[in-house]
């Protein structure tokens, strides 16, 4: 099957076009940013959303307002420029490795000014194409783990909508279904952003994948049925230990599966895991406005001046993971040996 899901591209003026995620599933509409900064806020404000997706958009932003700056003194205001785009979102590592490719395209760069902005834009392409075919390898790696009659539970949105267009997790369902399975998904709502009900189910519905949405304290109740054969969720970010960082909500759904038996994978490309961090306790956590959790589209659900708790992530330990899928393929505990590994293989395969 084919994805039908194009959440971000570039015009033909080099702008940065992204399908605005908040306004799903009712309306479909794109904007279009015309400067770095402003992709920058579209990052901040959730126009796009996901991992992968935040990178390939960081790309395409730092391409875009490279094209802004003097030749003279380019390489300070670069350097500006990925500092505002590295403040949008603090959790997912695929932003900072996006803005690091970036970076050292432009310290490595012989040749004149005009010579290095084309290969900023050629570097976004190619982190965007990259993006497709690394999520469509995951799909691939990830695909044999779904039996051929599964139904399959989510939390958050792992589609196209969070990376280039073929997705994560949801990835792995899409390549199961074209192999022929039959999958069926269980979308949790994952409050407060409603990433499940709005944007899972709108990407299932669209592509003829069986879905259901439930609301996400019903998890728990629906896996003691035993109608989960699996669970599958992407990641922001995964330590070195294999602790992952994903949609707040994740750690309660693994923490559900191990109770009652059921496989609880993560799906992600090697961008997301970072070496650096130690372990879960080391990802910096992003929270979010309180207004997401006491109003949902604008209107106020609980009582005006009520104080709110909104992290956005939350941290899943990794004996609750039964395996990461990567498009090198699946690591499985002892994490710190494995996803090392993996992630050197994808610095090989490059």
Partial sequence: MK??????RRDD????????QRLLPFEEVYLTFESGEAVAQGIRDMVIRGAPAIGVAAAMGLALGARRLAAEGFGAAFAALCDVMA??????VNLFWAIDRMKALVEAHVGDHASLLDALDAEAERVYAEDIAICQAIGGHGAPLVPEEATVLT???????????????????????????????FADETRPYLQGSRLTAWECLKDGIDVTVLADGAAGFLLASGRIDLAIVGADRIARNGD???KIGTYMVATLCARHGVPFYIAAPTSTVDLQIPDGAAIPIEERPAEEVTGVFGKPIAPIGVKAFNPSFDVTPAELIAGIVTEHGVARAPYEESLPALVELGARVV
Avoid: E, F, Q
């Avoid at 003026?13 to 605005?20: F, W």
């Avoid at 939390?155 to 990835?171: D, E, I, P, S």
């Fill in 3 to 8: 994805s039908t899901i194009t959440p971000i």
């Fill in 13 to 20: 003026a080099g702008h940065v076009v992204m399908l605005d």
């Fill in 87 to 92: 403040a949008s979102r603090p959790t997912a």
């Fill in 155 to 185: 939390h958050c949105n792992t589609g196209g909508l969070a990376t280039a267009g073929w997705g994560t997790a949801l990835g792995v369902v899409r390549s199961a279904v074209a192999a022929g399975k039959r999958v069926a998904v």
């Fill in 244 to 246: 992952t960082a994903n």
